[in-house]
Every structure is written in structure tokens, then in C-alpha cells.
């Protein structure tokens, strides 16, 4: 007697049958495994062993049954089933048979082991049908021990249970699609992705061959590719497969993607394709429950990661149809769910055969399926736009904003557009913008705009708006060469739409002229600014809130022209405009104030510029509140005055606070937070504190490169400034090159004549000048002065910075036949556009003293003029140093014991101002020392380092006066002095953001701060 291989009914079997079965043996290693292990097996070897354990595990009888019995299950194409082979390839003959069972449905069980009978005992198998056979096997198996049983592809775990029951001596292997049903069957072994490595392994070996090398370029293009595939196996082996066959590019295949994923190669199975294998999967669900593959199809549209529970309720009629359709899905391990169960994921490539197959089954009327689901899913959980700025990340924003983004980049060619899911994309973009984010709304606003297109027609108001917008986005993110023709093809519909002089049209203008302005070129943003300004005056008045937007935008497009000239009083009647109109705390007007004291300060004003911050500053506390990114904004800047005046010992605290705030404010990786890190850095470097400045910039550049992106502007800035730091370091091993590899980038990415590349070019030449090879630093000089002239104008401070330090080097090759005549221009031009006292003028002076001395000319190097110029720039240069050391030491700093070491910043500062102090007050008679201690007394009890400066200046260049030695001993003393006293400008956006906090007017008429 015998039961049959399910369990259904009893079978009879003849005596001579059953002998056999007590008496036939296996012959060694028999088996039917449907493939060999000769192929490439790789990233499963943990797996392999883990499961040799279980399987092998020896314990009481109750647990030996349960532990030699276990279930493998996965996503299909996971590859359980390659496992479970490999397995038994490897240890086949640690067991008297192995036997591969389809087991699928009962039937293919059972045929399964019939197939057995058939092997071991043919003369007799032959005779009888299915049902005796797999009866037959099951009583061979109970006769002898020691064998492997694999079970492939259960659909049912119940329908193994008869099985483990009835066959205890030996192991059972079970691989299955489906998670649950396996707790009162047998242990299970979540299989789950090959890791990064050896995926592009995998990959590498199937698409190249096991003998070829991949080239570095290559094994790059796998690590992609076996992303892009999630690290699937089986989609590994069939891309793999195809690009092996065909001589495919790997770099290629991404885009062939959704055409190939249903393609069988050489090898491949035509029923093992990864499209084939989850059209069986997705049948069976849609059998238990149609509305799990309504759901599945709408995830497919959505970011595959993190998917809210909450978002997929409008899927389903009630909470509970949707939990079970979710359940359905996890039991065939078509989705997982997170350690909380309030989200869901789904593989990658799950979505690529469902939307690619949707796509296909489409027509042109109709969306392709479950996209319409998708958008309203999303619709409905758009949180509430906020009232005024946000910079603090929102959590439902951030869960809901990787879905936005799917839905925008995986929009179908043929799906229908509704301005309602162009405000999707809208609202998401609005959100980045005030997070600083503005760079990462390129894919919403070309969805959006691809929507309107669709919908509204090309020139819709509407329409425009998001085409200025998507220029706005290409702005931030520093593509210039599409940012441009995107602004003035939409400038030339408002015309032709809304008339020449419509407020939109001004705005738009105005958004081209700040183009032109980011790309450095201003022969053709003044004009325009000057015409919009003439407009908006005409149009909206002179004092409308446009109209003086537009007249500070044009001021400052005069001073980075250099023209301070005209930039300074226009910036000084905004503001009366604006505080007469808005009043004086208005946001607007406060900008205009910030504006002003930045022009003050690129004038070397600073005696009117630090005032001005430092008011500006206390308003922005008062009105916007301590944390305001403005606020942080205003903070930052006077840090930069404050190191501009060489008071470190106020600029570091500050740089260190506001870069605080704004990580605590904006997070880590906002751009603001980056500038402020940047800035710090900068402000170590000019300590002298290299060691901590320098790991400050290439963490800063780091960030940059990962945030923005490796040709963001402002990654080449912070590019360039640690390239600067090294030279600073005399490191010009790492200095040089990667000045050459930032002018290359800048070359690419901003064009030849951009005032940021003129700028990369001459820190280059400093660095090879630097290095002393004047055979590449001259020409290069040379290069970039004449190119300076035509892009800048002969007398834009950078230009002067150019012909200054052209003269350098030819003085430093002792051409001094052509690097006086230089130095004697440069100073005539400095002295006409920056004035007798700015510190590049005095410098100029200086470097020309210099150069007389150099050619044996005493007469000219040393003339009353220039010693006072000589003066006047070392009490600019002292005047922070005193001032810190009278704040930190009080009256007691002329007879205080000097430090014997001080520390970069605030002590540093103090301690240099002291020794100064000591040794003026040394070179006094009785009564001028008595007349020093009475000063510092009172300016102690002041508290006010203006007034400390200007009083102390006064007595000191008193005494620099008549006193050579002192000049001498001073200018030795002062770090930016001491070397020589040469001054050389290494031009460049060293602060990346000085933020001008003015105001860029948007296509749809709001206004966005310009930082």
C-alpha cells in the first residue's frame, strides 16, 4: 500500500513494485537538475553557506525535521532559484539523490515525482500511470534516507505539508515567489538583493566575458547600469546576456531598458525574462485580488522607495481593501514594507515593466494604466502652501516630494495634460525655491511647462510664466547656455502677446538682464537694465515697488561693472526711495541698506560700511527675527566687512555663529549654509590658520559636488579657493593643478570671457609665478589683462588687479624697463576710479616705491608723497589691531607683559595690537608716553573700536611721522605688510556668497530675493 504523491488517496501497489522500491538504489550523484552550475555565480557565497547550515543543522527529532526543511522566497529574478541550484550542484553528492520538483500546482508535483519512478525503476514505471509512479517514489524516498528534495517556484505552501510529513529523512529545499503561508509549513530564508559590488562583478564578467579586464570607464558604466537594474540577478544575467551578444555599449543599455526587458538572448530562456516572469506573478495576484494590481500599477509611477501608506488610500474604496491589497502584494514579495509598516517600496524594475507594458497597451485618448491614480493620489496629499518664506524642511513635503518628481520625469509621451497636475508640479517647485533648492525644480518645471504647452498653447500667459521659470531654475543651477535663450525666446512672446510694455513683459526683461548679468556679460545687461528702468518708470511710476526692484538690480549691475561711480548714489536713492515709500524696516528697504554698505565696501569705505551693516543688522533681528535667512544673510555680511578691516578677532565668532544658525535654520547642505562654510574657511586662511581652514574647504567642496553638482559656479568657486589655501600652504604640488583643472571647467562651463574665468586665469598665473616658472606666468599675465580690457573696461578694479600684477612679474624677471612704466599707470588709474586712500591704491603706491628702490632710483622711491601714502596705509592696516587690543586688555595693554605665543583669531589680533602699542608708547619721551596712557585709558572706558581707531590713528601717524624705524619696524610687524611689502590680488569669488540681498522679479509678477 502506498499514498499517492498528494496525499489524495490511497494506491495499491503490486509486491513486486513495492521490493523494488526497498531494493532499487540510487546510483551515484543521480539527480535531474534542470541546468548546470558551470555558469558565473557571484555575491551569494554567504548565502550558500547559510543555507548548507540550516539544512545540515542536527538536533532532537521534532527540531531536525523542522530545521532540514527550508523555504527560499523573493521577488522573482531575485535568484532563488539559481541558489537553490548552485546548492545542489555543490553538494550533490553529500546525498544519495537529488531531485528537482516544478512546483507550481500539485499536478506538477506530482508529475514531478513520477518522473522519479520512471529513472529509478523504468521496466515496471512504464506500465502503470502518474498517480502509481508518484506513489512508488514517495515510498522509495521512505526506504532511503539522505536525499535532497528541491521544490521550485511553490505557489501553495500548504500543498507541501503532506510531504514534509510523510518524508522526514532527508532535506527539503522550497523556492518561492511568496512571502507568507510558510509559519506552520517551514522556516524560511528571505532572499534578498546582490550588493553594489557584486552586481558590477556580475555584470562585467556576463557582458565582457570571464577573460576580459574592464576598463575603468567600463566598470563605471556597470556600477550604473547595476543600479539602474537594482541589483537584480536575473535582470543582471539577461542585461548582461544581451550586451555580450550583441556588442552593446554598456553605457548604452539604460535607454534600451524598457524595449529589452521581455528580450531572450542566446541562453536566456524565453520563459526566464524578467517581463515574462512577473506577467505569471501579476496574473496570479490579479486572480486573489484585482485591486492589488490596480495599486501596484500606481505605484509604478512613484518614486520606488518610501511610498506613504497614508498617499495610496485613494486607491482604494476603504482602509481595509486597501491593507489587503497591500498583504497580497507583499505575500508575492511584489512590494516590502519599512520596519513600521507606514510605507511601502517596490523594485525599480517592477515599475519599468509596468509602465513600459502600460504604455504599449495604451491608446491615445486614455491614460496608460494607473497614472491617473497616481496624480490624484498625489494631488490629494499636497500639503498647504505656507503663507510667507519657509526655509525649515517640511516633513509631508519631503515624504511627498521624490513621488512629485517620479510623476515629472516619468510622464508618458502620449498621456493626457491638466493644468491640475502642472500645479502639482508647481507647488512642489515653490517648495525647493524656499528651501534654497531652486536648482533641483528643473524636472518640475519642464513638466509643468510640457503640461501647459499641451493644454493652454504655447503662448498662454500661463504658458510663459513656466517657460520663465524653468529659465529662472537653469539659472540657479548655473546653465547659463540654457538659461539665456530660454529667457529671450519668452521675452519675445510677452512681447507679441501682452504688448511691449505689459508688467509681465518688464519682468521678463528684467529676469534676461540678471541673466546676462550671472553670465558676466555686461555690455549687454546695463543696457537692458537701464531700458527696463525707463519702462517701469514710464509704466508704473518712479516709486512703485517694480520700478525701485529695477533701479536697485541696475545699480547693481554698475558696480560689477566696477562703476562705483554711478552704482553708489543710485544704491543711496533707492534706499530714500524705498524708505519714504515702504518705510524704513520694510524687507525691501532693508535689502537696499544691505546693498549700500556692500557698495561702501567694495569702495573701501568701510568706515561707512561697517556702521551701515552693523544698523542694517539690528533691523533685520528686529523686524524678521534673530533666525531669518536674511537676518543670517546680514550677519554674514558684516563678518566679511569686519574681515575686509582685518578685525578677525570680530569676523571669526561671527562667521562661526551665522554658519551655526544656518545649519540649524536651513540644515547642513542648504546653498546658504555652504557659503557660510566657505566664508569661514576663508576667514581662517586669512588668520593664517591653515590647519583649520584648509579641511574646512575641501569638506565645503565636497558638499558642493554632491549638492550642486561638479560645474555648479559655486562648486567652481569653492574649487578655486581651495586651490588658493594650498598655495597659501606652499603645497603648490596640489595648488597648481587643480588651479589648471577649475580653468578648464570654468573654459567649459561659463565660456572663455567670463570675469569668474578671467579670474581662474590670473590665480593660475599667480601660482606659477608662484613656482617661479615666469616662462607660463607672464603670458598668461598678459592673456588675461588684455582680455580684461575688452570684457571689463580699461579701468574695472579687475582689470587694475591685472596690470598690477602683470608689473609684478615682469619686476619679478627684472623687466623693470617695462614694470615701472606699468606700475606708474596702474597707480595714475587707481588713484582717478578708487580714490588717494582705498588699500589698492595705497598698495599701488607702495608696489611703485618698491620698484624705484629695485631700479636704484632713492630719489623717486622715497618722496615726501609716498611717505605718507606709506603712513596712511600702515595706520589703515593697524588700526583693527589696536582697537582689539585696547577692547581685550582695557589701559592695562601699555604695561601688560606681551604673550609670549598667541593663537589665530581673536588673542592673535589683541596680541599683535599690543606689541604695536608697546612699541610706539616705547619711542616716547616722558610726556608723550603719558599723553599715549591718557588716550588708551579713555578709549577703554568709550567701548567703541571706531572711536578707538580714529583717536589712536591720530597719535600714531603722528609718530610714523618723523620716525623711519618705526615705519619700518610696524610695517614688519603687520601680516599683510611683512612681506616685502609687495601686494599682489588673487582675484576670484573668494566669498561665494556676499549676497546682495536685492530683489529678482519672477515671470509671474512675484518677487524673489536675489542672495
Not at 500548504?158 to 507568507?180: E, M, N, Q, W
Not at 539659472?475 to 519675445?492: C, H, K, N, V, W
Not at 519714504?580 to 568701510?606: C, F, I, K, M, W
Amino acid at each position: 500500500m502506498a499514498i499517492t504523491g498528494d496525499g489524495s488517496q490511497v494506491v495499491s501497489l503490486p509486491a513486486e513494485a513495492a521490493r523494488w522500491a526497498q531494493e532499487v538504489q540510487a546510483p551515484p550523484g543521480a539527480g535531474n537538475l534542470p541546468g548546470s552550475a558551470s555558469g558565473v555565480f557571484v555575491g551569494r557565497m554567504h548565502e550558500l553557506a547559510e543555507l548548507k547550515t540550516l539544512l545540515t543543522d542536527v538536533g532532537e527529532a521534532a527540531v531536525t525535521q523542522v530545521t532540514r526543511t527550508r523555504a527560499i522566497h523573493g521577488l522573482g529574478g531575485i535568484g532563488k532559484t539559481t541558489l537553490a541550484l548552485h546548492y545542489a550542484h555543490t553538494y550533490r553528492h553529500d546525498y544519495t539523490l537529488v531531485w528537482w520538483i516544478t512546483a507550481e500546482t500539485t499536478e506538477q508535483i506530482v508529475t514531478s515525482l513520477a518522473a522519479l519512478a520512471m529513472r529509478l525503476c523504468p521496466q515496471w514505471a512504464t506500465t502503470t500511470g502518474v498517480q502509481e509512479r508518484a506513489a512508488w517514489a514517495i515510498l522509495w524516498l521512505q526506504w532511503h534516507p539522505g536525499w535532497l528534495l528541491i521544490f521550485d517556484n511553490v505557489e501553495h505552501p500548504a500543498d507541501l505539508r503532506h510531504y514534509l510529513g510523510a518524508l522526514p529523512d532527508g532535506h527539503h529545499l522550497a523556492t518561492s515567489r511568496k512571502a507568507a503561508g510558510w509559519h506552520a509549513v517551514a522556516p524560511t530564508m528571505r532572499l534578498g538583493l546582490l550588493d553594489a559590488a557584486a552586481s558590477t562583478d556580475l555584470l562585467c564578467t556576463l557582458a565582457l566575458g570571464q577573460e576580459r579586464i574592464p576598463t575603468p570607464q567600463q566598470r563605471r558604466q556597470a556600477q550604473a547600469l547595476a543600479a539602474e537594474l537594482g541589483y537584480l540577478p536575473l535582470a543582471l544575467e539577461q542585461a548582461g546576456a544581451y550586451l555580450y551578444e550583441t556588442g552593446t555599449d554598456l553605457g548604452d543599455y539604460p535607454a534600451l531598458l524598457g524595449r529589452v526587458l521581455d528580450t531572450a538572448t542566446e541562453g536566456i530562456d524565453p520563459e526566464r525574462t524578467i517581463a515574462r516572469i512577473w506577467q505569471h506573478t501579476l496574473a496570479a495576484v490579479e486572480t486573489r485580488n484585482p485591486l492589488a494590481v490596480a495599486v501596484l500599477n500606481a505605484l509604478a509611477w512613484l518614486a520606488p522607495d518610501g511610498i506613504p501608506r497614508s498617499l495610496l488610500t485613494p486607491l482604494a474604496p476603504e482602509p481595509v481593501a486597501l491593507d489587503k491589497a497591500l498583504g497580497v502584494l507583499h505575500a508575492y514579495n511584489m512590494i516590502s514594507f519599512t520596519a513600521d509598516r507606514q510605507s511601502v517600496s517596490v523594485h525599480r524594475l517592477v515599475q519599468t515593466v509596468l509602465r513600459t507594458d502600460a504604455t504599449l497597451r495604451s491608446d491615445s485618448n486614455n491614460y496608460v494604466r494607473g497614472r491617473a491614480e497616481a496624480e490624484q493620489a498625489v494631488r490629494q496629499a499636497l500639503p498647504s502652501p505656507p503663507d510667507g518664506p519657509q526655509p525649515e524642511p517640511s516633513a509631508p513635503w519631503e515624504r511627498l516630494l521624490p513621488h512629485v518628481l517620479a510623476l515629472a520625469e516619468s510622464t508618458p509621451s502620449n498621456a493626457p495634460a491638466t493644468t491640475e497636475t502642472a500645479h502639482i508640479y508647481d507647488q512642489a517647485a515653490q517648495y525647493l525655491y524656499r528651501q534654497g533648492r531652486d536648482a533641483h525644480t528643473i524636472p518640475l518645471h519642464k513638466a509643468a511647462l510640457a503640461q501647459r504647452e499641451q493644454v493652454l498653447g504655447d503662448t498662454h500667459p500661463d504658458t510663459l510664466a513656466s517657460r520663465n521659470n524653468l529659465a529662472l531654475a537653469y539659472e540657479s543651477a548655473g546653465d547659463l547656455g540654457r538659461a539665456i535663450p530660454l529667457y529671450e525666446a519668452t521675452l519675445t512672446q510677452y512681447e507679441q502677446i501682452l504688448g511691449d510694455t505689459h508688467p509681465h513683459t518688464l519682468a521678463s526683461r528684467n529676469n534676461l538682464a540678471l541673466a546676462y548679468e550671472s553670465a558676466g556679460d555686461l555690455g549687454r545687461a546695463i543696457p537692458l537694465h537701464e531700458a527696463t528702468l525707463t519702462q517701469y518708470e514710464q509704466i508704473l511710476g518712479d516709486t512703485h515697488p517694480h520700478t525701485l526692484a529695477s533701479r536697485n538690480n541696475l545699480a547693481l549691475a554698475y558696480e560689477s561693472a566696477g562703476d562705483l561711480g554711478r552704482a553708489i548714489p543710485l544704491h543711496e536713492a533707492t534706499l530714500a526711495q524705498r524708505e519714504q515709500v515702504l518705510g524704513d524696516t520694510h524687507p525691501d528697504t532693508l535689502a537696499s541698506r544691505n546693498n549700500l554698505a556692500l557698495a561702501y565696501e567694495s569702495a573701501g569705505d568701510l568706515g561707512r560700511a561697517i556702521p551701515l551693516y552693523e544698523a542694517t543688522l539690528t533691523q533685520y533681528e528686529q523686524v524678521l527675527g534673530d533666525t531669518h535667512p536674511d537676518t543670517l544673510a546680514s550677519r554674514n555680511n558684516l563678518a566679511l566687512a569686519y574681515r575686509a578691516a582685518g578685525d578677525l578677532g570680530r569676523a571669526i565668532p561671527l562667521y562661526e555663529a551665522t554658519l551655526a544658525q544656518r545649519e540649524q535654520v536651513l540644515g547642513d547642505t542648504h546653498p546658504d549654509t555652504l557659503a557660510s562654510r566657505n566664508n569661514l574657511a576663508l576667514a581662517y586662511e586669512s588668520a593664517g590658520d591653515l590647519g583649520r581652514a584648509i579641511p574646512l574647504y575641501e569638506a565645503t567642496l565636497t558638499q558642493y559636488e554632491q549638492i550642486l553638482g561638479d560645474t555648479h559656479p559655486h562648486t567652481l568657486a569653492s574649487r578655486n579657493n581651495l586651490a588658493l589655501a594650498y598655495e597659501s600652504a606652499g603645497d603648490l604640488g596640489r595648488a597648481i593643478p587643480l588651479h589648471e583643472a577649475t580653468l578648464t571647467q570654468y573654459e567649459q562651463i561659463l565660456g572663455d570671457t567670463h570675469p569668474h574665468t578671467l579670474a581662474s586665469r590670473n590665480n593660475l598665473a599667480l601660482a606659477y609665478e608662484s613656482a617661479g616658472d615666469l616662462g607660463r606666468a607672464i603670458p598668461l599675465h598678459e592673456a588675461t589683462l588684455a582680455q580684461r580690457e575688452q570684457v571689463l573696461g580699461d579701468t574695472h578694479p579687475d582689470t587694475l588687479a591685472s596690470r598690477n600684477n602683470l608689473a609684478l612679474a615682469y619686476e619679478s624677471a627684472g623687466d623693470l624697463g617695462r614694470a615701472i612704466p606699468l606700475h606708474e599707470a596702474t597707480l595714475a588709474q587707481r588713484e582717478q576710479v578708487l580714490g588717494d586712500t582705498h588699500p589698492d591704491t595705497l598698495a599701488s603706491r607702495n608696489n611703485l616705491a618698491l620698484a624705484y628702490r629695485a631700479a636704484g632710483d632713492l630719489g623717486r622711491a622715497t618722496p615726501g608723497e609716498n611717505v605718507s601714502a606709506k603712513i596712511v596705509q600702515l595706520v589703515e592696516e593697524a588700526g583693527p589691531y589696536l582697537s582689539a587690543a585696547v577692547s581685550t586688555y582695557g589701559a592695562a595693554v601699555l604695561n601688560r607683559a606681551q604673550d609670549v605665543a598667541v593663537n589665530a583669531g581673536a588673542d592673535a589680533t589683541a596680541g599683535l595690537g599690543q606689541q604695536i602699542l608697546q612699541a610706539v608708547w616705547r619711542r616716547w619721551d616722558e610726556a608723550g608716553q603719558s599723553e599715549w596712557e591718557r588716550v588708551v585709558s579713555e578709549t577703554a572706558e568709550e567701548q567703541d573700536e571706531f572711536y578707538t581707531a580714529a583717536v589712536l590713528g591720530r597719535l600714531l601717524r603722528r609718530a610714523l611721522r618723523d620716525d623711519a624705524e618705526l615705519r619700518a619696524e610696524l610695517s614688519a610687524m603687520l601680516p599683510t605688510l611683512a612681506a616685502g611689502s609687495v601686494t599682489v590680488t588673487a582675484s576670484g569669488e573668494r566669498s561665494i556668497a556676499a549676497q546682495h540681498i536685492g530683489t529678482a522679479i519672477t515671470g509671474d509678477g512675484h518677487t524673489a530675493p536675489r542672495l
